[in-house]
């Protein structure tokens, strides 16, 4: 089959598309072939050699897969041939302790698809079924690949994790990014006031149609000057010096503390995603009693988040914003609008 192989991290990265063996599906495994793969940050990371811990030397990148069952190993019976799959983020097991609580993101013995387990930039890929999701019929399957990672991810961190009830206001930030453009969505799907926060102002007009109530444009920090405008002063206008209930924040430590400061009495911050190379915050713990706040982290999705995005896109209510389909071929492509943020949800490598 045909796979793209990073053959030096760097910016850019050296990559080449080559023939390599077809993946067997062991016991309890399924041979998918992909119809799409999406092209997330991780795996920029990851070519760019910024991201190593516990990535695999030579593993096939790509974890936000969608595709066709072609093939299934011994003692599979929940999946055959022809089914339509999107893959978890996690290679899980399905019999440990956390799969059997519907917690297969955190499975004891799970491998990070696409880092400790070959993924989805490939022809073909072999995982676990526990890891695979069956979906309705007439989803369109490139858009599928986005179910898990970042749909399914940021409506697990809203909805399961911060709990966000009708009628709270909710700050995205990286609002125009990958995981961003899905959670403003979500956020109002869950009858949220959404305050989006994005620093691509000229990505920024998307974002009242995909259910922004506000849109706060944030100036990039520099090297060593720190945010140009400190925008929890407008998140405070706006929520009549109140603050918001709930921060999905998909950038991390460059926009602290301005995103604690956006943070109301009894809010939730969950922290989705970090930007920055080893980054860290100072957070004053007298503050978060006295604010009476919560400080969450959210990774990965489950099966059951999974299947309620699926159904949520079915009726046509969540829809997954896929930039660019490109081939294996053009990743060198996709690795540089990435780098260069001209992407407006996710692109995708379709085999």
Partial sequence: MRALVLEQPG???KLAVKQVPDPVPQPGEALVRVTACGF?????LVMS???RRGVRPGVVLGHEISGVVAAVGPRVTALRPGDRVVSLLTNACGLCDRCLAGR???CRSGEGIGHGRDGGFAEYVALNAAS?????AGLDLVGAALLACPMGVTLQALERVAQVQPGETVLVTGATGGLGVHAVQAAALLGARVLAATSSPHKASHLPGLGAAEVIEVEPATAGSGMALDFSEVVRAFTADQGVDVILDTVGSPLFPQT???LAQYGRWVVLGEVAPRGRVTLDLAEVI????QVLGSAGVSQATVQRGAALVAQGRWRPLVSQALPLEDAARAFELLSTRQVLGRLVLAP
Avoid: I, Q
């Fill in 11 to 13: 910016r850019p990265p």
């Fill in 40 to 44: 997330c940050h991780h795996d920029l």
């Fill in 49 to 51: 050699g910024v991201l």
């Fill in 104 to 106: 297969e993101h955190r």
């Fill in 132 to 136: 695979l999701v069956a979906l309705p």
């Fill in 260 to 262: 604690w400061r956006s």
């Fill in 290 to 293: 006295f604010r009476d706040a």
